[in-house]
Structure formats: C-alpha cells, structure tokens
C-alpha cells in the first residue's frame, strides 16, 4: 500500500539499498504525505525503483516522471535491451521507436516507425507534439509528462504484435516537497508531471470553474484504432464531472490522478498559477471507492458523437456540454474550455470563431443557434445524440438540422434526441459546420415570467422578493439556495396566489458565510418547469460556528457548514437514540471550503440523533438532529 513517514522522522535508505514501489494489476505502492519535518536520507546512493504497471492494451498513455533520476530512458522504459529482439526481463519495458530513418538507431531507438514516433511530449507554443530526439537522455519531468505509446512489453516488437500487459520502472530520487509552481496562460493548453509516486487530488491542486483539467483516457474508443481519447473534467463545486460520463475508464465524476499519470489544464480565463504540493497526495482508498455520480446543475445540452457499426451497435467518438444561465456571458471567458483534438473523430461547439468542449452561455431564448463543428470524420455512418436538461419550457421549440441534406429533427428539450447520418466521399458531407440547433417560438400558453428577482441582506437574514406575471395553471414555487451558484439545494416551497399578477416575499434566516445564490424554480400544473435568473447576495464573514440546515433534515441529506473552523481531517458520526452509529465518514475540511453533505439512508427511522463531530485536534461537538 504506502511507506508513511511520521512528521519529525526521517527514512535511511542504505547506499547499497533500493526500496521498489510495486504495480500491478491490483495495485500500486506509494509514498505517503511527507508532512513536518519528516524526511528521507539517501545515504548517497540508495535509491527507490518506482513501477507503474500498464494493463493489456494497445493505446496511448500519457505518462509522468516521479523519479529524479540520471538514468536514460532507454536504461529505464527499453530496460537496457540493445536491440529489438532483446527482452531482458520479460513482463518489463515497451518498445521505442523513431520516424527518421537515418538515425534511430544511433539515438538509441528499437526500430523506425513510418507512422510518426512512439515517445513525445506536447510544446504550448505550436499546440502539438514533438518526437523525442533520443533514448540515450535521462526522463526529463519539466516537458510536462510523455505521450507514449504501448503496445505491451518488449515482445510486443510491432503493431500488430500480440498485446500483453507490461510494467515500466524508473530508478533514482524521489520528488518530495512542494513543487516549483508555474502559471498556465489563457487559451493555452498546459501539460503537468505528476512528480509524486502517488495518486494526487485535483480538488487540492487548483479548484475553479474557469479551470479545466483534461486527461487522456486509453480506454476511451480512440477513432480509428481504440487507441484512446482526452477526458474533459469540469467543476462543480463538489467534485470534476466528465464532459462525456461512464466511457472508456471514468464514471460521471473523477478527482485524482494516478501515480505515474500525467495530465493537461487551461483555461480561457485569466491566467492562473499552479503548484503541486505534498497535501494534494491522495490516499489510495479514494482510488478505488466508487464515486457518487454529479450531473449537471444548470439547464444544458449534451452532445454525443457515435460511429455506427455494421450491426447496428455504437462507439463513443467524441461529446461536448452547453450549459445555460443568465449569470453566464455569451463571450468566451473563463468559464468555457477550449477543445483539445483527438487522433480520430471530433466535435465542438462553434462559438465566437472559437471551438469548445464546454461552453456555459446565457438563457436560450427564440432565434437563439448552437452552431457544431465536426472534423476527422471518415467515410462511415454515424450517430448524434443530443441529451437535454431543464431546457423544455413553454413557448420554445428546437430542431437539429443538417446543412448538407437539408433536413430539420425535433429537439426533445428534456431527454434524449438521436439523429443518423453518413459520411462519403462528398465534400458536403465532411463539411465542418454540418450541424446546427436551431430554436424557435413555439405555439401553445403564454409562459409564466418571473420578474424583479431580487435578493439583499437585513440584519442576519437575507431576503428573497421577486414578481410574476402569466401565473394561472402554477403548481408551486421552489426557492433553491447555492454556496457556490453552480451546484443547488431546495430550500423552501411556496403555494402559488394564481393571480394575473402577484409578488412574493421568502427569509432566508440561515445564510453562509461569503455568497449566498438564489433561484426560483416554477412548476406548472402540466409539469413543465421554468428557472429565475440566479441572484446573489455576500455575507461578511461570520465568528467560528457549526452549522446545520435545515433542521429538521428533509430528504435524508444533512447540511453541515464549518464557519472559520480549523483545515484538516473532521470525522463525522451519525448516532441514533440506542446509541448505534448510522452514519460515518471523514471530511478533509479546508478554510474557504463551502458545505459538507451528509446523506442519510431515507428509509432510516426518524427521530432525534446526535452528529458527533470530532476535530483535527481530537476536540469533539456534538449537534442534535431531528429526521
């Protein structure tokens, strides 16, 4: 599992001495948090040999650098074999190869490769890869990490060899410490090592909504060869959300980096500065839990992009995510990501002469158009699917339509639209700008308007006010509360007046620290849902407190908000009346972190329980709660 070295110890490892990291298909050693004044002393020449098992498949990877080493990498990845057909040991090393013809093998190449290099690393400035110049040099980790391609171990001498598993090892010094930070610029791609012989967390690298990590994911279809494909990761306030969830080796969400894993980040925002340190090093156990799946919190349109097989099944080729609310801007800023192209297929959205995997814009309205672009498409059918949230209401209808046939497809705005279509040899076919939604006014009830939403502090309390207009056939208001303004809870619901015309007044008598974001959301009588603009309002900072809400809990789901409370480890019990624990789990509380969420069984027994709180410092609160 991991070697954990105490804060105020130190690790001698003798000069004569290797300490191995082991990988294997079940799992991969690690090195712990090195905290304190904890330490390593490698007497000169110990050293450790750090593994990363590969599984059994031809694909890409993006691979990073955890050792300081001297070693070359033919020493290190070729395992030292002096030709092609040498396999010093066996389960060990993977082939390398070169595309120029005259010097391979003087470079220490296993062989040329007409179809390019199999080792590169990414250069921001071009915005593409270069081939290494040779195997004879060290691993160097400030190149950001190698796309590397693997086709096995060194049995495996050409593409069309047998696949096998294989595990590459590098020999040398550890990365510890805090890392040199760097900045990322904006509508720049970054490529980033992960130095640490652990998995890191990404919530504690740099969490932001205007920041998005991108990873490459060889499980992941990879047009034409299922070589593999980049992995889009977005913030939502609780964790990175896939743009495309449960493909190839990640579900709906992801927060970590594999030990040996190097990984992308940019932004269109403002340029931001990035340091790994040792605190974003992840327990291993959070690897392989499973994670809760996170959809999308606002309004949006998903969009899958499938080739269709002979007998009719499908592979994931590419996907993009529109997100809509009014407290985004129609201009490309921070919040919109920059599309990363694969080997094979794409699609992007079209927006501002840019192209995007993930654009957050304001509320559709009649007229509105999301444009596609489509490229590295070949001659072959293929499948759109348009996957939409939140997005029905009244007065508004969608259709998808093709530029090349002239077609027009009905949008259904909340679920899932599938449209086939084929790629020849027609240029009209291929043609990048294809597809476009289009929306319009739709015939049918004038839609309810919610107007002068407004929201403003009065003593401790903040008030909520706003209007509405077109009411008759309203179910019910309910008013949803956000820390964050992406990820919302419901905090109240209001009978409607049914009146042509009428106003509403809600008091939000526990309010967070810092912004506190409204919306209300309206339900008519035929189902049909409508969003308010969101409305914010921030609260200075408050005296060190504890808080629940709302309490009684509704719906099994506990809000517990740390107010200038200590960073560290909380453990958290949920006791009932005899005494049993019901509920248990660690939070890693940070200062500026929002609330922690607490889910109850909701077919658990209601009554009064106690939430046993126990602090970094072992200093323990207790909280009653009624369920």
């Known amino acids: 599992d991991s070697i954990k070295v105490n804060s105020g110890a130190t690790l001698s490892i003798s000069s004569s001495d290797t300490i191995i990291l082991h990988s294997d298909a079940n799992r991969t050693a690690r090195l712990g948090q090195l905290n304190g004044t904890a330490s390593i002393n490698y007497n000169g020449t110990g050293k450790f040999l750090v593994e990363r098992f590969i599984s059994q498949k031809r694909a890409w990877r993006f691979l990073s650098v955890a050792v300081n080493s001297t070693q070359s990498i033919k020493q290190q990845w070729q395992e030292g074999a002096t030709a092609i057909n040498v396999n010093p040991k066996p389960g060990y090393g993977t082939q390398i190869t070169d595309n120029n013809n005259a010097t391979w093998l003087a470079n220490g190449f296993d062989t040329y490769s007409a179809g390019g290099p199999s080792m590169k690393y990414y250069d921001p400035n071009t915005n593409s890869y270069i081939g290494i110049s040779s195997t004879l040099t060290p691993l160097d980790a400030t190149v950001g990490g190698y796309m590397t391609f693997i086709r096995g171990d060194r049995t495996a001498t050409a593409f069309g060899s047998p696949v096998t598993s294989t595990t590459l090892r590098s020999s040398g010094q550890l990365y510890t410490g805090n890392q040199g930070s760097f900045t990322a610029l904006t509508n720049q791609f ?16 740099f969490v932001s909504p205007t920041v998005f990590y991108y990873i490459w994911d060889p499980n992941r279809l990879g047009i034409p060869y299922g070589l593999g494909a980049f992995q889009t990761l977005v913030w939502n306030s609780a964790g990175y959300y896939n743009v495309i969830p449960g493909t190839g080796s990640y579900g709906a969400t992801n927060n970590f980096i594999e030990s040996g894993q190097a990984f992308f ?4 925002g403002p340029p931001f500065t990035m340091q790994l340190t040792e605190n974003a090093k992840a327990d291993a156990m959070f690897t392989i839990a499973p994670f809760t799946p996170v959809g999308s919190p606002d309004p949006g ?6 080739t269709v097989n002979a007998d009719g099944s499908t592979l994931l080729a590419d996907g993009t995510l529109i997100n809509f609310s009014d407290d985004y801007d129609n201009a490309i800023d921070g919040m919109d990501a920059h599309k990363l192209t694969n080997f094979g297929e794409n699609v992007a959205i079209q927006s501002n002469n840019q192209s995007l995997v993930v654009e ?9 158009t999301l444009l596609y672009k489509i490229w590295g498409l070949r001659a072959l059918p293929y499948r759109f699917e348009l996957i939409a949230d939140q997005m029905d209401k009244a007065g508004l209808d969608a259709y998808f339509e093709d ?13 899932a639209t599938t449209v086939d279509f084929t790629v020849d040899n027609n240029a009209g076919s291929r043609a990048s700008d294809r597809f476009q939604v289009v929306f ?5 009830p004038l839609p309810v308007t919610l107007t002068n939403v407004k929201a403003y502090q009065k003593n401790e309390n903040i008030i909520l006010e706003w209007s509405v207009e077109n009411e008759a056939g309203i179910k019910n208001y309910e008013i949803e509360k956000s820390a964050n303004g992406l990820s919302f809870t419901s905090a109240a619901i209001l009978t409607p007046h049914n009146t042509p015309v009428s106003s509403y007044t809600w008091l939000d008598t526990k309010p967070v620290t810092g912004n506190n974001y409204y919306r209300i959301k309206s339900a008519d009588l035929n189902g049909k849902i409508q969003y308010s603009k969101i409305v914010q309002v921030t609260v200075a ?7 629940i809400y709302p309490n009684p809990v509704k719906n099994g789901v506990i809000h517990l908000q740390l107010v200038n409370q200590p960073e560290g480890v909380y453990v958290l019990r949920l006791i009932n009346k005899p005494g049993q624990v019901v509920v248990s789990r660690k939070v890693n509380h940070s200062y500026n972190a929002g609330i922690e969420r607490i889910d109850i069984n909701v077919n658990a027994l209601h009554g009064v329980y106690n939430l046993e709180i126990i602090k970094p410092d072992n200093s323990k609160v207790i909280e009653k709660i009624v369920y």
């Open 360 to 368: 957050r814009k304001k509320t559709i309205h009649t007229n509105d």
């Open 541 to 547: 900072e408050r005296k060190p407190a504890i808080t």
């Open 440 to 444: 319009e006014a739709a015939t049918g």
């Open 403 to 415: 530029n090349y046939l002239h077609t027009r497809t009905p949008v259904d705005l909340n679920g």
């Open 265 to 268: 980040t940019g932004t269109l």
């Open 190 to 205: 970054a490529a980033v090592n992960n130095p640490y012989a652990s998995p890191i967390d990404l919530r504690k690298i």
């Open 301 to 306: 349109i998903r969009t899958n992009l499938y």
